[in-house]
């Protein structure tokens, strides 16, 4: 058997900058800022009281009341963004429910629902914990839910691997198709982590910004000298992939073609990056080489680009040992900087900014890139939106743990 | 064509044993490792039951600094990652540290540190927040922590599925090695669920058993069944390429035959009364494997002890297996190590590939009264000597989450 092309047939969305995919890659190009104080929890006495919230979101616009109450927001975020890219194919779940998997990685899972119980085991007791405690807030409960919803009775499962979780789950549905175990997979990722445990935890592990909380619009800068830390964000980001032939049969919209994963683990650090990117550089490669396509060929990096000052100097060093010299006329850019950290979100949503990407011939750039810093001295795209000729585009994403994780995307063409 | 992936290496912390050889001579004996709670102040439930690893201490598996920074359930991952390791006689070659990767799966993820973390929240502020508390929640945690212990720089992440993670995990471990993506794989799934919030949780969805007498608490497939009791552990499996485990002269214990993964795409909690879930998920694991039904000897089941759980999955046996379903061995070893959650489908496969390597089926103990919703060979009370060319084990999970996993003796052919 002949190892399937995967296509991407469908985006969904759900960001700080828009609800719903095309509002988001609007947002982008025009560099609109997505980080504002946070208002889903008390701040007030955070170390850092900005974030990026999905503003907009109203949950029961996606789901029923009662459904609804009995899932946590990293859930209904998901359900919303799985829901806009299955419009967007078309694809008819329940015709074939057996072919069609659904994969959707999260970082964190439920953690507001689990801050909320402990505040009811703390006050009242243990006997007064809700029996949906444990649905709510276990990590595969997106996967599970979105199952439920579509009617996906394929194979299920979520990736964990902290902020690369979302691009994990891609490249693994990618790998489900191409072994010929499904013919269409729902996969991405999400994350509700504006929570006060998880901002006062990534706060306390040094990570996050908190030198900008009275100037939100500039706090999130990825590659700017005067970075100190990503700002913590929600969202959650979802693709249709599909084996080219059942996408061709069934006369569904083709965006793109996916055609590289790579994952590696550094062995290094729980929290911080290898040295050099070494990690970062070999995920680009596996990826590259599974596309069967030289670096040159590589029109366009999404970038993990987080804002912390150790992410981006090794990133950009990894980029380097990858390109080598060609690695100066490559077009970078992170949506991070509008968008924040979404955690495991961050890279589905990026390679659903990437595809977009493809689709139009067109990148975002990097807000609040003012100050240049000598470490980081590649094309980052500070001016704005750029149109670019992409026929391959890279999307990382580096996780916690020592997670790396490279997807690659193609222009589509017969 | 996909490569043929086999195992050399075995893990398992238990709450019948801290290890693979004790874990299975408790197995083949039938004794239950279920017994009171005392990881934590239970006692104002009526029946605190659960099973617990005994006498585990994490400073035999790790230093005293990381041992403060990191979950108990984290411990056990690595302690098992451990036995596994060695057990293989796996060396890391400095030269491609990448054809090794970890992929560890877990329900729950790390909690202990966070209820306490929670009260420093409400009661001092965030500012007092523990730096290591990102650390000890993110589920995949182990997955770096074992990577680094070992310098293993090949894929790595954590995959959960609820009660089926450690299923799921071990299939796509090996489906990275069949694809060429890596030499080796340590895959497994691990949990410690004996936190007072989770316990409340598990509690108040009516799904714990009751029972007098722990060790007769869990029950799978018998008439008095009334639901399942917590464990915790962890289980690790060293899978390899043929090629690559030949070529350094690893001993084989047996080859991983396939896997799949599915969904009931029905609801959060109960199981589609139908089977529909678990039979996708056997036939797909069938499928992958090249094997009909008839060359099935044994089933590990997912046996819970609930009573829906194990009339579906009696169900769902009797579906894809057809008549063959009478003859093939089926038990559920959570009649003595309950239900692990995420680390149970990595248990299971661990007593899997042992019960083919030995030709031995584990006994579902407490079985005393038929039901007749659940009429298969559940190998009552003892042990079974018999020759287990395949053996498959099965997970089912909350949020409609199933998997399969096919193991076949190891003959060097």
Aim: negative net charge.
């Amino acid at each position: 058997m002949d190892t399937p092309r995967v296509v991407v047939t469908g985006v969904g969305m759900m960001t700080p900058v828009g609800v719903g995919r095309d509002a988001s890659w609007l947002s982008l190009l025009e560099g609109k800022n997505g980080i504002a104080p946070i208002t889903l929890v008390e701040a007030e006495d955070l170390p850092s009281t900005i974030a990026g919230e999905v503003t907009d979101f109203v949950a029961t616009d996606f789901l029923n009341r009662k459904d609804a109450r009995r899932m946590d927001r990293f859930v209904h975020l998901a359900v919303a963004a799985s829901d806009e890219a299955l419009e967007q194919s078309g694809l008819d779940v329940h015709a074939e429910a057996e072919e069609i998997g659904c994969m959707i990685g999260s970082g964190i899972g439920g953690i507001g629902t689990l801050e909320d119980q402990f505040h009811v085991f703390f006050d009242k007791g243990a006997s007064r914990v809700s029996p949906f405690l444990v649905p709510m807030f276990i990590s595969d409960m997106a996967a599970g839910q979105v199952s439920i919803r579509t009617g996906a009775r394929g194979p299920n499962v979520n990736t964990v691997s902290a902020c690369a979780s979302g691009a994990d789950a891609i490249g693994t549905a990618f790998e489900v198709l191409r072994r010929g175990d499904a013919q269409a997979m729902i996969t991405g990722g999400t994350d509700a982590g504006v929570t006060r445990m998880s901002v006062a935890a990534f706060a306390a592990s040094r990570a996050l910004s908190t030198g900008r909380n009275d100037d939100p619009e500039h706090a999130s800068r990825p590659f700017d000298l005067e970075r100190d830390g990503f700002i913590l964000a929600e969202g959650a980001g979802t693709l249709i992939l599909e084996t080219l032939e059942h996408a061709q049969e069934r006369g569904a919209p083709i965006l793109a073609e996916m055609v590289g994963y790579g994952a590696s683990a550094d062995a290094f650090h729980v929290t911080q990056p290898s040295e050099n990117g070494e990690g970062a550089a070999r995920a680009m490669r596996v990826a590259l080489e599974k596309a069967d396509i030289n670096a040159s060929d590589v029109g366009y990096i999404n970038a993990h680009g987080t804002s912390t000052p150790l992410n981006d100097k090794f990133e950009t060093m990894s980029v380097k040992t990858v390109f080598g010299e060609a690695a100066g006329a490559i077009p970078i850019s992170s949506s991070k900087s509008m968008i924040g950290h979404t955690l495991g979100a961050g890279g589905a949503i990026e390679a659903g900014v990437t595809i977009m990407s493809i689709l139009d011939q067109r990148i975002h750039g990097t807000r609040n890139l003012i100050v240049p810093d000598p470490d980081c001295d590649l094309d980052y795209v500070p001016e704005g939106a750029r149109d670019v000729p992409i026929e391959y585009a890279v999307s990382n994403s580096l996780g916690f743990g020592g997670h790396n994780s490279s997807l690659i995307f193609k222009r589509f063409s017969e | 064509m996909p490569r043929e992936v086999v195992v050399t290496g075995l893990g398992m912390i238990s709450p019948v044993g801290k290890n693979v050889a004790d874990g299975w001579d408790s197995l083949v004996a039938g004794r239950s490792g279920i017994g009171t709670v005392t990881r934590f102040d239970a006692s104002d439930y009526e029946h605190p039951i659960a099973g617990e690893v005994d006498d585990f201490d994490p400073a035999d598996y790790v230093d005293a600094k990381l041992r403060r920074r990191i979950d108990i359930s984290t411990a056990f991952a690595i302690a098992s990652a451990q036995e596994a390791v060695a057990d293989a006689g796996l060396e890391v070659n400095a030269e491609r540290p990448g054809a090794v990767g970890v992929l560890l799966g877990t329900g729950i993820g790390g909690g202990h540190l966070m209820v306490e973390q929670q009260r420093i929240l409400d009661e001092k502020g965030p500012r007092r927040v523990s730096p290591f508390l990102i650390t000890s929640m993110l589920p995949d945690t182990a997955t770096g922590l074992v990577a680094i212990a070992l310098g293993a720089r090949g894929p790595n992440f954590a995959v959960t599925a609820a009660c089926a993670t450690g299923g799921a995990a071990v299939g796509e471990a090996a489906e990275t090695i069949a694809r060429g993506e890596a030499e080796v794989m340590i895959a497994g799934g691990f949990e410690a669920p004996l936190q007072p919030i989770f316990y409340a949780g598990f509690n108040a969805m009516k799904a714990l058993a009751v029972h007098e007498d722990p060790t007769q608490a869990v029950r799978p497939f018998d008439q008095d069944r009334n639901g399942f009791i917590l464990g915790e552990g962890s289980g690790t499996l060293i899978l390899e390429s043929r090629e690559h485990a030949e070529a350094r002269g690893a001993e084989i214990y047996a080859r991983w035959e396939g896997a799949a993964t599915s969904n009931d795409a029905f609801d959060m909690v109960a199981a589609a009364e139908d089977g529909r879930g678990i039979n996708e998920a056997m036939k797909r694991a069938l499928d992958r494997a090249d094997l009909t039904p008839a060359r099935i000897d044994y089933i590990n089941a997912h046996g819970t002890g609930t009573p829906l759980n194990d009339r579906v999955e009696t169900r769902a046996i009797r579906d894809v297996f057809g008549e063959e379903a009478d003859n093939v061995m089926v038990s559920s070893t959570k009649s003595m190590h309950g239900h692990m959650m995420g680390a149970s489908g990595a248990v299971e496969a661990v007593i899997c590939v042992l019960a083919c390597k030995h030709g031995i089926a584990p006994p579902t103990i407490n079985y005393t009264t038929p039901d007749p919703d659940c009429d298969l060979d559940y190998v009552p009370n003892v042990a079974r000597e018999a020759s287990i060319e395949y053996a498959m084990s099965t997970s089912v999970g909350l949020g409609g989450h199933n998997s399969a996993l096919i193991f076949g003796r190891w003959g060097g052919d």
